[in-house]
């Protein structure tokens, strides 16, 4: 007689992907991928992880798909809901606590999402969040999250940070840091089997939100 067979069930899955946000003085740039998959298997080249909250706020959650859209949804129900009781958007200070305490309230069952925050604050200058899974969060000058991070963060260190250098060298204008999170995500696409296919770049300044996209390695 065959003995039984056990099947594993895991409510979770990470479908991979790479984001990256750098804050400036009066600007915001946030770099994403678009790859969708889950372990040696590409379900769409072309798919989103960022989702516009309000005109000058962006988040981007990389983890699990079904629950980064989930999150997305009920963040955009909660914020309708403040702008019909407060008569004006929220700030990207009140939407970060908003979205700390979301996850936490989930804490025993987490969304499996890993979240960046980034938009413009009350005093004009550039704001980004990083997030874990249960709502610990802090505004940092630069961050990364997803399946790549560990290869981005130390360039983002180096060049950024300045940590470890010897030689004093000029901070990065907007320009060039939209051109190194480029080479950063292109990077990542030749040693991360699941970040690639294409890019997308979103500059967050005074005059709102604009969106380039380039492509990345497809193999």
Not at 33 to 47: E, F, P, Q, V
Request: with cysteine.
């Amino acid at each position: 007689m065959q003995a039984p067979m056990e099947h594993r069930w895991s409510p979770y899955a990470d479908n991979g992907g790479t984001c990256l946000g750098v804050s400036g003085d009066d600007y915001v740039v946030l770099a994403a991928d678009t790859r969708l998959s889950s372990g040696y298997k590409i379900h769409t080249r072309n798919c989103s992880k960022v989702t516009q909250l309000t005109d000058k706020v962006l988040i981007c959650s990389c983890g699990m798909k079904s629950d980064a859209i989930t999150l997305h949804k009920q963040l955009k129900a909660r914020l309708i809901m403040y702008e019909h009781q407060h008569r004006r958007q929220a700030s990207v200070n009140a939407i970060a606590q908003m979205l700390s305490t979301t996850l936490y309230y989930k804490r025993f069952f987490p969304y499996y999402t890993f979240n960046v925050l980034c938009g413009i604050d009350d005093e004009g200058k550039g704001a980004c969040y990083h997030y874990d899974a249960i709502g610990n969060f802090e505004r940092v000058p630069y961050t990364t999250s997803g399946s790549g991070s560990s290869l981005v963060m130390g360039v983002l260190d180096a060049q950024l940070g300045k940590e470890n250098q010897t030689i004093e060298t000029p901070a990065l204008n907007k320009a060039e840091i939209v051109e190194l999170s480029k080479d950063v995500l292109s990077s990542v696409g030749e040693r991360d089997i699941f970040t690639g296919d294409y890019g997308e770049i979103f500059i967050i300044d005074a005059g709102g939100i604009t969106k380039a996209s380039f492509d990345l390695k497809q193999d």
